[in-house]
């Protein structure tokens, strides 16, 4: 399973997010879409962190942590 975190400089939610996830156990590759704009051709959020699950954009803002856990389980 291929996780991706879209991401913005100085971005507090991401924070959160990359905390749950990190909590959960589940490994992410950070993207910051300022310095890669490809992804938000993509993957057009309009809120940051964006979270990307094998290609698929599942949540943008910050999942419920129980959401987060019924995706990977």
């Known amino acids: 399973m291929k996780v991706q975190v879209l991401t913005t400089p ?10 749950i996830l990190d909590q959960l156990g589940i490994r992410y590759d ?13 993957y ?4 940051a962190p964006g979270l990307v699950i094998d290609g698929k954009l599942e949540f943008t803002g ?7 856990k019924k ?3």
């Open 10 to 19: 100085g971005c507090s939610n991401c924070i959160i997010l990359e905390k």
């Open 30 to 42: 950070l993207i910051d879409v300022t310095e890669k704009p490809e992804y938000l051709e993509k």
């Open 44 to 47: 057009p959020i309009f809120t």
């Open 62 to 68: 910050i999942p419920k942590k129980e959401d987060l």
């Open 71 to 73: 995706k990977f389980s």
